[in-house]
């Protein structure tokens, strides 16, 4: 079993639409998630952290983390066509080094 | 406050040479790691460094490759006898602390090699 498990999609959806983005753990000990977003080509951006069970929100981006079900999930309000990349979901390893484990990532499509 | 900084952007080594990455963290971050993303994979960890310590090098290939983060000067990522399978993106983060907690890690632009 995969540490950290996204659907690879492409996912597309129209302009304006709400784009969900879902990602599941392995290791119950994870305390750090975050979301990162890749452009192709480009270097992942960090674009969300969550660290406490439940929703938070920025702007148009809403992080959401159940740990009991060892879930995590990515709202993007209102997309936009800026809004096509890869999102990536980063879980901490723990232990001493607390090195990042990744997803493949998602593609998300907007399109116009 | 410049960000992660990495060079060269790209790097076209022949097999058989060394390759030499390098990442400047941001200021004030101590804390750097390496990752690796093949072409359509996933970021894979290779090493955690501190200054003058690697703290978990668990993800690094057995040969060839090695790191260092020097008291004085930028990460380097080694690569010795380079080989096609090496070809990559080479990324660089760095963060204050270690990036449990509530700690964020930032990545530089990246090296993308070539090994021709």
């Known amino acids: 079993q995969k540490e950290v498990e996204q659907n690879s999609g492409p996912l597309s959806v129209p302009e304006g639409a709400i784009a969900s983005l879902n990602c599941t753990y392995s290791d119950r000990g994870s305390q750090s998630f975050f979301w990162y977003r890749q452009y192709s080509g480009k270097s992942p951006e960090l674009i969300m952290s969550?660290?406490?069970?439940g929703d938070k929100e920025d702007g148009r981006f809403t992080a959401q983390l159940n740990k009991a079900s060892q879930y995590v999930s990515l709202l993007i309000r209102d997309s936009q066509p800026s809004d096509s990349a890869t999102y990536l979901c980063a879980v901490n390893g723990g232990g001493a080094t607390n090195k990042l484990i990744f997803g493949t990532g998602t593609l998300l499509a907007v399109q116009p | 406050n410049a960000g992660v900084m990495q060079n060269p952007r790209h790097l076209v080594r022949r097999r058989g040479q060394e390759a030499r990455l390098r990442c400047s963290p941001m200021k004030g971050h101590s804390h750097v790691y390496w990752y690796r993303q093949l072409p359509e994979e996933g970021l894979k960890f290779m090493v955690y460094l501190q200054k003058e310590n690697i703290i978990d090098e668990s993800g690094m290939p057995k040969e060839r490759f090695s790191a260092e983060f020097p008291k004085e000067g930028p990460s380097i990522l080694r690569i010795q006898q380079v080989v096609r399978g090496d070809s990559a993106a080479y990324f660089c983060a760095s963060s204050p602390l270690p990036t449990g907690g509530h700690t964020e890690a930032f990545f530089g632009q990246g090296t993308r090699l070539t090994v021709v």
């Open positions: 969550i660290y406490s069970n």
